[in-house]
């Protein structure tokens, strides 16, 4: 006898009741489906289900895990910044890379970002760092992993989400044209080492923490003026990166 039993492979009607109790955009959804109806999947439910349900405070709140994908269906992504993990202090995450609520206090790194983009597009500083209207344009505001423990940076790694990202990745590399990947920090340039550069733009800096962005490298990247300016190249609509106040 093995000591493992193969898993028999899922029938359509099971997957199909899967990707039913998925609560993504239906382009997302397709294009993930194989992902979505995954062993890895599997595996990954049933951790979250029990880290949920425990007394552990998990982040962002459940309803917002795939906040970046409800707010930026797959027709619609022009850009993809990618992030780590979320933030891990009460009230932070939304399911938003770098983004906080509007009444939340800014994180240094998105201080940094914030700053450089009033630098970059001559724009004033905002005083909030609620990235929605970002998303709402097209940019998909993507973590590594989309879960943590409060507390506890780096705690959901290696449970099967970055598995899940990199699928995201691949389906913005391979069914979309001219998009702009904006990978700050080596993870994130690791994790887009497949992306094909002949028909998409990627823009590499440091991460805009502090302990990064002041050795230098982050500020002057001008990561947003960039963006734009080949947005515009290939007939797309620039993203209005001024966040309303």
Do not use: C
């Not at 425990?54 to 797959?74: E, G, H, K």
């Not at 998409?200 to 302990?211: D, N, R």
Request: hydrophobic share 35%; proline share 7%.
């Amino acid at each position: 006898m093995e000591l493992f039993d193969e898993q028999p492979a899922k029938t359509q009607a099971q997957k199909q009741v899967i990707l039913d109790n998925v609560r993504l955009p239906e382009d997302w959804k397709e294009a993930l489906a194989e992902e979505l109806t995954s062993d890895n999947m599997d595996s990954l439910r049933a951790f979250l289900k029990e880290v949920y349900q425990s007394d552990d405070s998990i982040y962002p709140p459940a309803p917002l895990m795939f906040n970046a994908f409800n707010l930026t269906p797959l027709s619609q992504v022009k850009v993809v910044i990618l992030g780590q993990d979320p933030y891990h202090r009460p009230g932070q995450a939304m399911g938003l890379s770098f983004s906080v609520p509007k009444a939340i206090p800014k994180p240094p790194s998105l201080n940094n970002l914030l700053k450089e983009m009033a630098d970059d597009i001559d724009t004033s500083y905002s005083a909030h760092g609620d990235l929605t209207y970002w998303a709402e344009q097209g940019v998909l505001l993507l973590n590594s992993s989309l879960t943590v423990k409060e507390g506890e940076p780096n705690s959901h790694q290696n449970k099967g989400w970055e598995q899940f990202t990199d699928a995201v990745i691949d389906v913005v590399n391979e069914q979309t044209e001219h998009t702009v990947f904006i990978l700050w920090g080596s993870k994130a340039q690791k994790k887009g080492k497949y992306i094909n550069t002949d028909k998409h733009l990627i823009l590499t800096a440091v991460h805009p923490s502090p302990l990064a962005a002041n050795r230098g490298g982050f500020f002057g990247s001008k990561p947003f003026s960039k963006t734009n300016d080949y947005l515009k190249q290939y007939g797309q609509t620039p993203i209005d990166w001024q966040l309303p106040q």
